[in-house]
């Protein structure tokens, strides 16, 4: 993973940058340690539980990292799936598909 392959991801690496005081390898060590947080798992384990309450915690977390490093494909599905949730309710429609993709774009980032 680089600076390069994170911008071509569409990532806002200025932006994400600019919050680790442009300090590159910083901000890559970041970006690895978000694409390893263990809330995608939480995530998906309440979400396949049922678990509203549980899977709205994950998200929110998960948003606040990938919004901090402006990794902004995984951060925007995050955003909705955050709104959907805050009810603290399931099922909710089309939930489990941005959950899907969410998780997919996750392991394209991991794969840069």
Do not use: W
Not at 20 to 45: H, I, P, Q, W
Not at 63 to 68: D, I, Q
Not at 72 to 97: H, I, N, S
């Amino acid at each position: 993973m680089n600076i390069d392959s994170l911008k071509a991801f569409g990532a806002n690496t200025d932006e994400g940058l600019a919050r680790c005081m442009n300090d590159e390898s910083l901000y890559l060590r970041v970006v690895g340690m978000t694409l390893e947080d263990g809330n995608f798992e939480k995530l998906k384990a309440a979400m396949d539980a049922g678990d509203a309450a549980a899977a709205f915690s994950a998200v929110h977390a998960l948003k606040g990292t990938a919004g901090n490093v402006s990794l902004t494909p995984v951060y925007e599905p995050l955003c909705e799936l955050t709104e959907m949730l805050r009810a603290k309710k399931l099922p909710v429609d089309g939930a489990q598909e941005l959950l899907d993709r969410i998780l997919a774009l996750r392991e394209e980032a991991r794969s840069l």
